[in-house]
């Protein structure tokens, strides 16, 4: 099926999108769909009717069906680790043995949510949340998109081991009145631990007399944290089967339930369970995350396109590429099928973006212009919440959309500076509102597109062998130095540092 379709894809081979439209009177309608209050619109990319077909005969053939129900019934979707990926159980959606246990822990949560409100850890005006990859990247989303109007805690988080990250970290907050939440799955990572015990020291420096005791971990090895001198009445365990890019939905996500408080906290999950409705009961064909899915596997096998650019029209948003880099290139970012074989096609591209305008204003003349084809999404929200005049928001929405059409359409020109190419593909993603709820669903659709790739690549998405090696290398030479074998390259660049 790929040769044939990469056949009649060849440049030249293809309709362009401006024929797709002009043939296909009811395109728009077939294209783009609303679910949980969220409008998607793939009416400006290359998909048609034969490629869908094509796709959704592959989905077929992939076992899209039971891969999907898999998911949903606590199936061993990660072979490799022969676990189950439970992140679908935190909000509801999984099987019920796993549901039960999500929502004991989810109401131990609320517990320790509803104590610190209570005053358990004195006065607070500050969270330092502590963690790195999915055990930060999540909170951080939804503070920053959720937080600006709604949240009285200055929240910070902190990841990089960089001292200078640590001190930025700090700076607006107060350690007499700051709790400290370390988020780690496996409580080992070298980052999160060495960040941990700079906060200890702060506190302590900072006068707090017990500064074990305003530490709370958030865990799947608790037995790692209580090594680390944290009683057990502070830790929040959650399950070995919720994946550390998948897991804000459980307690990793204490510092945005604090932050944005616990209803707020509740809405994201059940808007992220309507998005898991939609998924595990829809057809094929109609099925917005396995549609995604369909265009991007067209993209980077058919057109050769190795990155895809994801555009924020929503300062809210702004944190949104960096979460999907890694949601999407750790899960996909794989070379070899579940059974261990070379995969038969190039597997995730490159996710990259930023926020419009800004981006307007600095990469998106590669985008038009460029001799790289990448397809871009727009992500925007109808009703903006800001205090200033509703222009701006009007002029915000018009900018997406008139470079989505840009790309589409193109525009000739005697001066070939000035011709551009138009055929460049491009999808759109309206919120109606931002809030909790809408969030929560758009990131569920998120997970569930990149599910949906690993399937029709017959791929593990919820593994990450890949970042192994370098910890190792990394450990390997903090501890003999580089006594061991070592390049020439690297040891000269350990000379040169004087590390
Ligand atoms: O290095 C990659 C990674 O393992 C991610 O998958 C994970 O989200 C991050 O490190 C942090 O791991 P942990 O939550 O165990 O500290």
């Known amino acids: 099926m790929c040769r044939a379709m990469a056949e009649r894809l ?82 509801g959606s999984g099987a019920p043995d796993e549901v039960d246990v999500s929502t004991a822990r989810r109401q131990r949560m609320r517990a320790l949510v509803d104590a610190i409100e209570g005053g358990a850890f004195g006065e607070l005006t500050g969270i330092l949340h502590i963690g790195i990859g999915g055990s930060a990247l999540g909170p951080a989303l939804l503070v920053d998109a959720l937080g600006r109007r709604a949240s009285t805690l200055t929240v910070r988080f902190l990841s990089n081991i960089d001292g200078a990250a640590f001190d930025d970290a700090v700076k607006p907050l107060d350690p007499a009145t700051t709790l400290v939440v370390v988020a780690s799955k496996t409580f080992s990572t070298l980052e999160t631990l060495s960040n941990m015990d700079a906060a200890r020291a702060w506190l302590r420096q900072g006068g707090v007399g017990d500064p074990d005791g305003r530490v709370i971990a958030v865990t799947a090895k608790p037995e790692a944290a209580v090594e680390q001198a944290i009683d057990e009445t502070r830790i929040l365990q959650f399950g070995e089967g919720v994946g550390g890019r998948y897991s804000l939905w459980s307690s990793v996500g204490l510092s945005a339930a604090l932050a944005l408080g616990w209803d707020a906290f509740e809405a994201l999950l059940e808007g992220a369970a309507e998005m898991d409705r939609h998924f595990r009961f ?24 190795q990155t895809r650019g994801v555009f924020s029209y929503d300062e809210r948003l702004r944190l949104l590429p960096f979460y999907l880099q890694q949601l999407e290139m750790e899960s996909n970012g794989k070379s070899v099928t579940k059974d261990g074989k070379a995969v038969q096609w190039p597997t995730a591209p490159v996710t990259w973006g930023g926020t419009g305008t800004d981006a307007q204003h600095a990469v998106f003349q590669l985008l038009h212009q460029g001799t790289i084809a990448a397809p871009v999404e727009f992500v925007a929200v109808r009703e903006s919440d800001d205090d200033q005049d509703a222009e701006h928001h009007r002029l915000l929405l018009l900018n997406a959309f008139a470079q989505g059409a840009a790309l589409m359409e193109g525009r000739k020109s005697d001066d070939p500076q000035r011709s551009y190419s138009g055929n460049r593909p491009s999808t759109a993603i309206l919120l109606e509102r931002l809030d909790a709820r809408s969030l929560g669903a758009l990131i569920a659709f998120y997970e569930h597109r990149t599910f949906a790739n690993a399937v029709l690549l017959g791929i593990n998405p919820f593994d990450q062998f890949g970042v192994e090696l370098g910890k190792d290398i990394a450990r390997q030479l903090a501890e003999d130095s580089g006594e061991g074998e070592l390049d020439a390259s690297t040891r000269a660049l350990m000379e040169r540092a004087g590390v």
């Open 10 to 91: 060849q440049p030249g081979a293809t309709k362009t999108l401006k024929q797709l439209f002009d043939e296909e009177p009811d395109r728009l309608s077939r294209l783009s769909f609303e679910v949980a209050g969220i409008y998607f619109d793939w009416s400006k990319t290359h998909l048609d009717r034969d490629i869908l077909d094509e796709s959704l005969a592959r989905a077929e053939r992939m076992g899209f069906g039971a891969a999907r129900d898999a998911l949903f019934s606590g199936g061993i979707v990660n072979p490799s680790e022969g676990r189950p990926a439970t992140h679908v159980a935190e909000r």
């Open 282 to 305: 829809t057809k094929p064909n109609v099925n917005v995350p396995l549609i995604a899915a369909f265009a991007d596997r067209l993209y980077v096998e058919n057109f050769a396109c």
